[in-house]
């Protein structure tokens, strides 16, 4: 009989002791799941900055282009027009500005200053 509560014991010991470990496990996946998401959350948001900034450069290419085939003077007008507010944009980053700052005084969306301050930066 003794040996037999000895061995309940012991298998109860072992029951808790797994148990335990395996809460432990629990916990370290969900610390890790919540890293992963915050990480997933960042990417999404930079790939949306991303995407923006393309096709507000995109939009404006395609008026250069509409623009320089209607025709030789008009184009050189509207391109200095069209690089007027990048290179305002640029200046600005020079001097310390902020995305946001840049973005409203230069008439620009947040992702295209957001863009133009990185290639700013890789120079």
Known sequence: MNWMLLAIG???????????????????SHRQLDQVR????????ELAVAN??????????IAMERR?????????????EQDFPYTEANQLFRMGGSVEEVARR?????????????MQ???
């Open 106 to 118: 230069c008439g620009l969306s947040r992702a295209e200053a957001s863009l133009l301050q990185a």
């Open 10 to 28: 012991l298998s109860l010991a072992l029951s808790v002791m797994a148990m335990a470990v395996a809460l432990v496990a629990l916990r370290a």
């Open 68 to 80: 320089l085939a209607q025709g030789a003077g008009g184009a050189s007008e509207a391109s200095s």
């Open 52 to 61: 923006s900034a393309a096709i507000g450069m995109g939009n404006r290419l």
């Open 121 to 123: 930066e890789h120079r």
């Open 38 to 45: 915050s990480s997933h959350r960042r990417l999404e948001s």
